[in-house]
């Protein structure tokens, strides 16, 4: 749904610009449905065991059949040893089935089956060793299978012996009484005592009754018959995995499973439940069914659960908000933790980061609007708590106006040591070769704090001063970060003569002009020092920043050739540049000088927009919201819901599946390397920051690291603050 120019006033005051708007439609933060992921652990006398068939009974029960004896979940997502029937505990079934209507389980053992329903009273005794299968219907008959044959009970009473069919046997199944099975060639129902074949078919692997329907999984892919064979749905083999080991219908939605995760039919789009955010490994070896709709999904290493839940967005901010405040704060900063043993929690180290401050910018961005929304005086204890970490990057060092990377203390630096130097405390050192990157969370910040959060006089003058500290060194240094080797940075350059040695095919001289522009006019608006007014004008209409400005980003595309500093450049679309320009784009819009250039700013936001999008991104739709007032409302609402509560980076894999459609990987034609024609969710995606392609499907960092979650608290403040929702 697109939100064009829906109620948006924006007041630009001299002192202190306010969002005065609203959307027509906001949004109500009803209840959604989530998957979350559940990973049993195995009790630690067990080891090495051999899961073979998973089940869940009436009461939600799980029980798994090992070659150990019969397992089961206690208190705490464990699994071990059933040991609560004595005269069971030592026998290990051959086989264990749920008995349908009732849940009740039943278990095959070599010499007889049982059930400690009815009071224990259903037992039948058996030739040794002679059914490996069993199926038990609502009418207590109860249908043993073997390779020599099969046998029909009801209750303990045996009716007759059966046949099998031939075509090697697949698996048992139950279906309004009926009992079902499936070979690699037919499927076939019981009726008194023969086998009727309904349909013949090659390499058929399992199915799913769905009503009148049969879902039938392949080796390649699937199709759907009804109860009398005839086909009614084609076979279809574009699924993330065709190779499918099993199926299951839930809710009317059929399951599947594979040797490489598992996913479910949805009306427009196939659901993927793959690697470690799911799955402790790829490869299903069973999977079953709760009563409740969740998953489970047997590997031969461990029990994995899908379950769903119900959570709204304020839920998941306050549980985000928690988690970052009590493990990612280093110094102020918001930070990714790095776990040395990425399979324990507890080994979580927080690291200095490049991008401390622009990373930083997101947390304190959320609290800033947090405080707009809410006034709650926590949230602005937490943006000036992480605002003197800002404040400190500008003093560790000698030089003036030069803000630092970040700092650590003396022999804990944990990145490269090059770009460091002790700082004038000996207890401590700072990072250099600051960049556009840093510059723009300063910018962003500073913006925020003054519009939001900064209200006494000696507040005010706390942020203008670190803002005109900046600008100042910027303008003294011809437009320059000068680092501690006396040299411009590498990426701290907003000079004309770099600025315009970009073609205008290369988004670096739009993105430079903006953000030398959104400095000067901010630090005007909050010094009222007419050199920033004059320099922004100067720049403007001398050396055509805001002609730069505006080129469209229609004519950005590959650029062949231009090197800065060796680095070849224009060849590939770096998406850090879409997040610098969003932040920036908020600061420059509301600290226009005069509503003509803010008419022109609305534009040009509105004009990166379009192309952006196809991501999805709920941070670039709602920055363009409160500016131009453009927003594509359902993706801002698809992306805060479908947001993970669990941010850890795993090794994730998509470009494997066959039910997505990509897209050429030419860099003429796809410049912003989109990958599919439509995005996945993010929980099926490489969890990355916004400075990365949504495109991106495969990737991952073996969930060494875990992101903070101001990705998510960001938007959702701002659609907050916004009235997007409410």
């Known amino acids: 749904m697109k939100l064009s120019q829906i109620s948006v006033l924006l007041c630009l005051l001299l002192i202190e610009p306010v969002f005065a708007g609203k959307a027509d439609q906001p949004v109500k933060d009803d209840p959604y449905t989530v998957p979350v992921s559940v990973k049993y652990t195995l009790s630690p006398k067990w080891k090495d065991l051999h899961f073979k068939k998973v089940v869940a009974d009436g ?183 065709p190779v499918i080991t099993n199926m299951l219908t839930v809710d009317g939605k059929y399951w599947f499973a594979t040797e490489g995760g598992a996913f479910v039919k949805q009306p427009e789009r196939f659901d993927y439940f793959a690697s470690e955010r799911w799955l402790d490994q790829d490869k299903i070896v069973d999977m079953a069914a709760d009563n409740k709709g969740n998953l489970y999904f047997l590997t031969p290493t461990g029990l994995n659960k899908v379950q769903f839940v119900q959570e709204t967005l304020a839920e998941k901010a306050e549980f985000l908000q928690d988690n970052l405040r009590k493990y990612h704060l280093r110094y102020g900063f918001s930070s990714a933790s790095r776990l040395v043993d990425p399979d324990d929690p507890t080994t979580m180290r927080l690291d200095d980061d490049d991008n401390d401050g622009l990373w930083t910018s997101f947390y304190l961005g959320s609290q800033a609007f947090r405080y707009a929304v809410t006034k709650e005086e926590k949230a602005k204890e937490y943006v000036w708590e992480s605002f003197e970490a800002f404040e400190r990057l500008l003093v560790i060092h000698p030089i003036t106006g030069f803000s630092a990377r970040t700092f650590e203390r003396t022999g804990y630096i944990a990145g490269d040591t090059v770009p460091w130097r002790p700082a004038p405390d000996k207890n401590w050192w700072w990072k250099g070769t600051t960049s556009t990157d840093e510059f723009v969370g300063y910018l962003f910040v500073t913006s925020v704090i003054d519009q939001y959060v900064a209200q006494t006089p000696e507040e005010k003058k706390r942020v203008a001063d670190y803002i005109d500290a900046i600008m100042t060194h910027i303008i003294t240094n011809d437009y320059y970060f000068i680092d501690y080797d006396g040299q411009p940075t590498l990426w701290g350059r907003w000079n004309p003569d770099y600025v315009n040695s970009f073609a205008t095919t290369q988004f670096d001289r739009r993105l430079n002009s903006t953000l030398t522009i959104t400095g000067l006019q901010l630090a005007y608006k909050l010094t009222g020092k007419e050199i920033y007014k004059t320099e922004a004008f100067r720049l403007m ?46 600061v420059l819009y509301h600290y226009a000088f005069n509503d003509d250039l803010k008419q022109e700013y609305a534009e040009m936001i509105r004009d990166h927009w379009e192309i952006e999008k196809p991501e999805r991104n709920a941070l670039w739709n709602l920055l363009t919201y409160g500016t131009s007032g453009d927003m594509d409302l359902e993706s801002t609402i698809w992306y805060l819901q479908g947001f993970p509560k669990d941010r850890n980076r795993y090794v994730i894999k998509n470009s494997h599946r066959k039910d997505l459609e990509f897209l050429p990987k030419d860099i003429h034609t796809n410049f912003r390397e989109q990958t599919t024609t ?13 400075n990365n392609n949504e495109f991106i499907i495969d990737g991952g960092r073996g969930a060494h690291q875990q992101l903070t979650g101001d990705e998510y608290l960001l938007p959702y403040w701002m659609a907050r603050f916004l009235n997007v929702i409410y």
Request: proline share 4%; aromatic share 12%; net charge negative.
């Open 678 to 690: 439509e995005l996945i969710p993010k929980r099926e995606r490489p969890m990355n920051r916004h």
């Open 59 to 241: 009461d939600n029960s799980i029980f798994i059949l090992t070659d150990a004896g019969l397992f089961r979940d206690f208190p705490g997502e464990v699994i071990s040893k059933d040991l609560r029937y004595a005269s069971l505990a030592d026998k290990h079934p051959v086989d264990i089935c749920i008995q349908e209507g009732t849940g009740y389980l039943y278990y095959l053992y070599p010499d007889r089956f049982l059930t400690n329903k009815h009071a224990g009273t259903i037992c039948g005794l058996l030739p040794e060793n002679q059914y490996s299968h069993i199926a038990v219907n609502g009418d207590d008959d109860v249908l043993l299978i073997g390779k020599q044959g099969g046998v029909l009970y009801n209750r303990g009473r045996k009716i007759r012996e059966l046949d099998v069919p031939q075509g090697g046997f697949v698996r048992l199944y139950v279906s309004d009484n009926q009992f079902w099975y499936l070979s690699a060639t037919g499927i076939y129902w019981l009726k008194d005592d023969k086998w009727i074949k309904i349909h013949s078919g090659n390499s058929m692997t399992a199915i799913a009754f769905n009503g009148d329907k049969i879902a039938v999984g392949t080796t390649d892919g699937y199709f759907v018959i009804d109860r009398s064979g005839k086909i009614i749905e084609p076979h279809n083999n574009r699924l993330p995995v």
């Open 541 to 586: 209409e001398k050396h055509g920043y805001l002609d730069n400005m505006k080129i469209s980003m229609a004519n950005i595309r590959f650029t062949s050739g231009f090197q800065h500093d060796g680095i070849t450049m224009g060849e590939d679309w770096n998406h850090s540049d879409d997040e610098m320009a969003f932040l920036t784009y908020w």
